[in-house]
T-cell receptor, first 117, second 109 residues
């Protein structure tokens, strides 16, 4: 159980276009999902907290108009990178929390490699 | 903000050797988590720790939650080639996680 699926696993887009990344919790419901960004050989940096049915909460320095987050259901959150530029190229990872044996754990998707050309 | 100091940054060990890595922080966390990340993949949860002093094992992996709640270590016994990857510690505050910088583990057979 507690499987998080991300789609697509990789995407190449032209500069100026928008890209949507999906994050699904396959076997549990998640009222909260998280979006991270990871540069090569670096750690995961939290971008925003996605809340089902309400606005996302963005970390300091993350442009909310640049990275649009929608959490329309308990099993799906989407991240849209708008007007993408080469500096947006990165590895984007989502996570969702699930309660296991009374404790809340964070499970991660497989990540999406975005390359903007 | 919350910060975790993870060490060592990288390790290159012989197959069969034991491995130890740790994380420290100036902040208190209620939960410590250890993840492994393979190239091009998302992190996979290895061990979760919930109580100060807790010692938990998962196969060849053992992790402990420091008594002060400001540190944790992960040990891997009798390393094998598939242990190669990046290991991250993470501390939970509220409903968020903060990650260490990672330990790159390489195993030579």
């Amino acid at each position: 159980g507690a499987v998080v699926s991300q789609h697509p696993s990789w995407v190449i887009c032209k500069s100026g276009t928008s890209v949507k990344i999906e994050c699904r919790s396959l076997d549990f419901q998640a009222t909260t999902m998280f979006w991270y960004r990871q540069f090569p050989k670096q750690s995961l940096m939290l971008m925003a907290t996605s809340n089902e049915g309400s606005k996302a909460t963005y970390e300091q320095g993350v442009e909310k108009d640049k990275f649009l987050i929608n959490h329309a259901s308990l099993t799906l959150s989407t991240l849209t990178v708008t007007s993408a530029h080469p500096e947006d190229s990165s590895f984007y990872i989502c996570s969702a929390s699930s309660r296991i044996s009374g404790n809340t754990e964070a499970f991660f998707g497989q990540g999406t490699r975005l390359t903007v050309v | 903000g919350q910060q975790l100091n993870q060490s060592p940054q990288s390790m290159f060990i012989q197959e069969g050797e034991d491995v130890s890595m740790n994380c420290t922080s100036s902040s208190i966390f209620n939960t410590w988590l250890w993840y492994k990340q393979d190239p091009g993949e998302g992190p996979v949860l290895l061990i979760a720790l919930y109580k100060a002093g807790e010692l938990t094992s998962n196969g060849r992996l053992t992790a402990q939650f420091g008594i002060t709640r400001k540190d944790s270590f992960l040990n891997i016994s009798a390393s094998i080639p598939s242990d190669v990857g990046i290991y991250f510690c993470a501390g939970r505050y509220g409903n968020k996680l903060v990650f260490g910088a990672g330990t790159i583990l390489r195993v030579k057979s």
